[in-house]
Protein backbone atom coordinates (compact mmCIF):
# COMPACT_ATOMS: atom_id res chain seq x y z
CA UNK A 1 0.00 0.00 0.00
CA UNK A 2 1.03 3.38 -0.71
CA UNK A 3 1.30 3.86 3.61
CA UNK A 4 4.25 2.23 3.36
CA UNK A 5 6.24 5.53 2.63
CA UNK A 6 4.88 7.44 5.35
CA UNK A 7 4.65 4.23 7.99
CA UNK A 8 2.56 5.62 10.79
CA UNK A 9 2.30 2.80 12.57
CA UNK A 10 5.68 1.35 12.00
CA UNK A 11 4.99 -1.39 10.23
CA UNK A 12 7.45 -1.08 7.19
CA UNK A 13 9.07 -4.03 6.37
CA UNK A 14 7.33 -6.33 8.65
CA UNK A 15 5.45 -9.41 8.12
CA UNK A 16 1.83 -10.09 8.89
CA UNK A 17 1.22 -9.36 12.11
CA UNK A 18 -1.10 -11.71 14.88
CA UNK A 19 -4.30 -10.43 16.09
CA UNK A 20 -6.48 -11.35 18.82
CA UNK A 21 -8.94 -13.65 17.11
CA UNK A 22 -5.88 -15.52 16.16
CA UNK A 23 -5.62 -14.76 12.73
CA UNK A 24 -2.33 -13.20 10.75
CA UNK A 25 -2.88 -10.23 8.92
CA UNK A 26 -1.02 -7.46 6.78
CA UNK A 27 0.46 -5.19 9.26
CA UNK A 28 -0.74 -1.85 7.70
CA UNK A 29 -4.01 -2.42 8.53
CA UNK A 30 -2.86 -2.15 13.06
CA UNK A 31 -5.34 -3.31 15.37
CA UNK A 32 -7.99 -0.07 14.56
CA UNK A 33 -11.54 -1.76 14.13
CA UNK A 34 -12.42 -0.03 10.91
CA UNK A 35 -8.97 -0.83 9.41
CA UNK A 36 -9.15 -4.47 10.46
CA UNK A 37 -12.36 -4.32 8.63
CA UNK A 38 -11.29 -2.52 5.31
CA UNK A 39 -8.39 -5.18 5.50
CA UNK A 40 -10.47 -8.47 5.77
CA UNK A 41 -13.80 -7.27 3.56
CA UNK A 42 -12.50 -4.78 0.88
CA UNK A 43 -8.98 -4.94 0.47
CA UNK A 44 -7.80 -6.96 -2.34
CA UNK A 45 -10.86 -8.70 -3.26
CA UNK A 46 -12.25 -8.32 -7.15
CA UNK A 47 -14.53 -5.40 -7.62
CA UNK A 48 -16.02 -5.58 -10.87
CA UNK A 49 -18.82 -2.84 -10.49
CA UNK A 50 -17.90 0.05 -12.51
CA UNK A 51 -19.39 2.86 -10.13
CA UNK A 52 -17.41 1.13 -7.03
CA UNK A 53 -14.54 1.45 -9.25
CA UNK A 54 -14.81 4.97 -10.19
CA UNK A 55 -15.13 5.73 -5.93
CA UNK A 56 -11.97 3.73 -4.91
CA UNK A 57 -10.20 5.81 -8.20
CA UNK A 58 -11.19 9.27 -6.82
CA UNK A 59 -11.04 7.99 -3.23
CA UNK A 60 -7.12 7.56 -3.41
CA UNK A 61 -6.79 10.44 -5.36
CA UNK A 62 -8.35 12.61 -2.46
CA UNK A 63 -5.35 10.29 -0.44
CA UNK A 64 -2.36 12.01 -1.83
CA UNK A 65 -0.14 13.61 0.87
CA UNK A 66 -2.78 11.93 3.23
CA UNK A 67 -3.11 8.18 4.88
CA UNK A 68 -6.08 5.80 4.03
CA UNK A 69 -7.36 5.71 7.17
CA UNK A 70 -7.99 9.45 6.86
CA UNK A 71 -10.01 9.21 4.20
CA UNK A 72 -11.55 5.42 5.27
CA UNK A 73 -12.75 7.71 8.07
CA UNK A 74 -14.68 10.30 6.41
CA UNK A 75 -15.73 7.89 3.35
CA UNK A 76 -19.79 7.99 4.39
CA UNK A 77 -19.39 11.94 4.00
CA UNK A 78 -17.63 11.89 1.00
CA UNK A 79 -20.34 9.80 -0.44
CA UNK A 80 -22.71 11.76 0.72
CA UNK A 81 -20.94 15.21 -0.79
CA UNK A 82 -20.09 13.41 -3.74
CA UNK A 83 -24.43 12.50 -4.59
CA UNK A 84 -23.26 8.83 -3.78
CA UNK A 85 -20.26 8.70 -6.61
CA UNK A 86 -23.02 8.42 -9.31
CA UNK A 87 -20.66 9.43 -12.30
CA UNK A 88 -23.69 11.33 -14.12
CA UNK A 89 -24.33 12.62 -11.24
CA UNK A 90 -20.63 13.94 -10.11
CA UNK A 91 -19.78 15.12 -14.47
CA UNK A 92 -22.78 17.59 -13.60
CA UNK A 93 -21.00 19.40 -10.83
CA UNK A 94 -20.68 23.09 -11.62
CA UNK A 95 -18.53 25.82 -10.02
CA UNK A 96 -21.43 26.44 -7.36
CA UNK A 97 -21.69 22.80 -6.36
CA UNK A 98 -17.85 23.01 -6.51
CA UNK A 99 -17.44 25.77 -3.83
CA UNK A 100 -20.09 24.16 -1.59
CA UNK A 101 -17.59 21.12 -1.44
CA UNK A 102 -15.02 23.11 -0.46
CA UNK A 103 -16.71 24.12 3.15
CA UNK A 104 -17.63 21.28 3.93
CA UNK A 105 -15.40 19.89 6.71
CA UNK A 106 -16.85 16.47 6.48
CA UNK A 107 -14.42 15.61 3.51
CA UNK A 108 -10.99 16.47 2.76
CA UNK A 109 -11.42 20.47 1.38
CA UNK A 110 -8.98 20.30 -1.52
CA UNK A 111 -9.83 22.27 -4.44
CA UNK A 112 -7.57 20.94 -7.54
CA UNK A 113 -8.83 17.04 -5.77
CA UNK A 114 -12.77 18.21 -5.60
CA UNK A 115 -12.05 19.34 -9.55
CA UNK A 116 -10.26 16.58 -10.34
CA UNK A 117 -13.39 14.55 -9.38
CA UNK A 118 -15.68 15.83 -11.70
CA UNK A 119 -13.10 15.79 -14.74
CA UNK A 120 -12.76 11.61 -13.64
CA UNK A 121 -16.45 11.11 -13.73
CA UNK A 122 -16.80 12.89 -17.09
CA UNK A 123 -13.85 11.03 -18.31
CA UNK A 124 -15.99 7.91 -16.96
CA UNK A 125 -19.04 8.32 -18.68
CA UNK A 126 -16.85 8.19 -22.02
CA UNK A 127 -15.23 4.73 -21.52
CA UNK A 128 -18.62 3.47 -19.87
CA UNK A 129 -20.38 4.29 -22.48
CA UNK A 130 -17.88 2.72 -25.44
CA UNK A 131 -17.19 -0.66 -23.65
CA UNK A 132 -17.71 -0.29 -19.53
CA UNK A 133 -15.64 1.23 -17.49
CA UNK A 134 -15.02 -2.44 -15.59
CA UNK A 135 -13.90 -4.36 -18.79
CA UNK A 136 -11.36 -1.65 -19.50
CA UNK A 137 -9.66 -1.80 -16.14
CA UNK A 138 -9.84 -5.78 -16.00
CA UNK A 139 -8.50 -5.74 -19.77
CA UNK A 140 -4.98 -4.86 -18.41
CA UNK A 141 -4.73 -7.87 -16.46
CA UNK A 142 -6.44 -10.00 -18.79
CA UNK A 143 -9.25 -9.99 -16.56
CA UNK A 144 -7.97 -12.03 -13.59
CA UNK A 145 -5.97 -11.06 -10.54
CA UNK A 146 -2.47 -10.61 -10.42
CA UNK A 147 -0.97 -12.88 -7.23
CA UNK A 148 1.67 -12.17 -5.67
CA UNK A 149 3.10 -13.69 -2.74
CA UNK A 150 5.43 -11.13 -0.55
CA UNK A 151 6.45 -12.63 2.93
CA UNK A 152 6.69 -8.43 4.27
CA UNK A 153 5.87 -5.27 3.39
CA UNK A 154 9.66 -4.62 1.86
CA UNK A 155 8.50 -7.16 -0.92
CA UNK A 156 5.82 -4.86 -1.95
CA UNK A 157 6.50 -2.04 -4.68
CA UNK A 158 5.35 1.48 -4.51
CA UNK A 159 4.49 1.03 -8.41
CA UNK A 160 5.27 -1.32 -11.41
CA UNK A 161 5.13 -1.09 -14.84
CA UNK A 162 1.61 -2.18 -15.36
CA UNK A 163 0.75 1.02 -13.03
CA UNK A 164 2.83 3.17 -14.95
CA UNK A 165 1.23 1.98 -18.20
CA UNK A 166 -2.53 2.36 -16.91
CA UNK A 167 -1.72 5.54 -15.07
CA UNK A 168 -0.41 7.19 -18.50
CA UNK A 169 -3.81 5.74 -20.50
CA UNK A 170 -6.45 7.26 -17.53
CA UNK A 171 -4.45 10.76 -17.57
CA UNK A 172 -4.64 10.80 -21.44
CA UNK A 173 -8.71 10.23 -21.21
CA UNK A 174 -8.70 12.90 -18.60
CA UNK A 175 -8.73 11.32 -15.09
CA UNK A 176 -7.01 13.49 -12.82
CA UNK A 177 -4.31 12.39 -9.63
CA UNK A 178 -4.15 8.78 -10.95
CA UNK A 179 -0.09 9.05 -10.82
CA UNK A 180 1.49 5.22 -10.84
CA UNK A 181 1.70 5.02 -7.04
CA UNK A 182 -1.73 6.18 -6.52
CA UNK A 183 -2.71 3.88 -9.67
CA UNK A 184 -0.78 0.46 -8.08
CA UNK A 185 -2.45 1.29 -4.75
CA UNK A 186 -6.07 1.67 -6.78
CA UNK A 187 -5.11 -1.98 -8.44
CA UNK A 188 -4.40 -3.50 -4.61
CA UNK A 189 -8.08 -2.21 -3.21
CA UNK A 190 -9.92 -3.42 -6.13
CA UNK A 191 -8.53 -6.88 -6.29
CA UNK A 192 -6.38 -6.66 -9.95
CA UNK A 193 -3.06 -7.54 -7.71
CA UNK A 194 -3.28 -9.70 -4.60
CA UNK A 195 -0.63 -8.42 -2.43
CA UNK A 196 -1.73 -9.81 0.81
CA UNK A 197 1.18 -10.92 2.52
CA UNK A 198 1.94 -14.85 2.14
CA UNK A 199 1.00 -15.24 5.63
CA UNK A 200 -2.09 -13.06 5.90
CA UNK A 201 -5.45 -14.99 6.74
CA UNK A 202 -7.16 -12.96 3.77
CA UNK A 203 -4.78 -14.17 0.49
CA UNK A 204 -6.09 -15.18 -2.17
CA UNK A 205 -5.83 -19.08 -2.22
CA UNK A 206 -7.99 -19.02 0.76
CA UNK A 207 -10.43 -18.14 -1.17
CA UNK A 208 -13.33 -20.59 -2.53
CA UNK A 209 -12.18 -20.21 -6.42
CA UNK A 210 -8.78 -18.53 -5.89
CA UNK A 211 -7.28 -17.39 -9.27
CA UNK A 212 -4.01 -18.68 -10.73
CA UNK A 213 -1.03 -17.59 -9.46
CA UNK A 214 1.20 -15.57 -12.42
Do not use: C
Given at each position: MREQRENPLGWRDKGAIAHADGLLRCPWAGHDPLYVAY?????????RDSRALYEKLVLDGFQAGLS????????????????????????????????????????????????????????????????????????????????????????VPAQTDLSRRLAKDLRARGFAFCGPTIVYAFMQAVGMVDDHLADCHRRSDRLESPPAIR
Open positions: HDDEWGRPEWITILRRRDAFRAAFDGFDPERVARFDAARIEELMQNKAIVRNRAKIEGAVASARAFLAIEDDRGFSNYLWDFVDGRPIVNRPKTTAD
